[in-house]
């Protein structure tokens, strides 16, 4: 676990490997940075599981708490073939967390909103919240803003800790 007092975030980081856990420290880190760089009281806890079992590269929750979230990303997903019919590998592991890291900024930002599974709320251009809860995945509005920034949040992530 990882407490920064100066800003009060806490990084809790558990499950798989230590590389792994290593990693998804600094993916983390530079998420809150360039994503929530005004926040300073952030509670994020990490699992490194098996969520593909349940067709899940990884998730992410609002644990209705003040400013505590929980992602869980597939421990298996780092490793190259490991997994079959699957696309893994480190840039998969980086992109995935980048993904779900970018719903913890959309929950901290109240730009989105479960209070349950049957209300699902985005807050609109017009500062409306509304129900997306009977929305095809795939069309769902933090779904598509996740999926637009995510490859572009790793490459920057890849391109800072390759130099």
């Known amino acids: 676990m990882l407490l920064d007092v100066s800003t009060l975030i806490i990084l809790d980081i558990t499950g798989g490997i230590k590389r792994d856990r290593i990693l998804a420290e600094k993916v983390i880190k530079f998420c809150i940075k360039k994503l929530l760089p005004r926040h300073r009281n952030l509670d994020i806890t990490c ?8 067709g899940l590269y990884g998730w992410c929750i609002d644990s209705y708490e003040k400013k505590t979230y929980e992602i869980g990303i597939d421990k298996r997903l780092s490793r190259d073939g490991i997994i079959e019919n699957v696309d893994d590998g480190i840039d998969a592991f980086i992109t995935t967390i980048c993904h779900e890291m970018i719903h913890v900024m959309q929950y901290a930002t109240k730009k989105y909103v479960q209070p349950s599974a049957s209300y699902q709320m985005w807050k609109c251009k017009d500062s409306k919240y509304r129900n997306y809860a009977r929305t095809d995945y795939n069309k769902q509005p933090w779904e598509t803003q996740a999926y637009a920034m995510e490859d572009a949040l790793a490459e920057e992530f890849i391109e800072t800790y390759n130099e």
């Open 47 to 54: 699992t490194l599981s098996d969520t593909l079992k349940d």
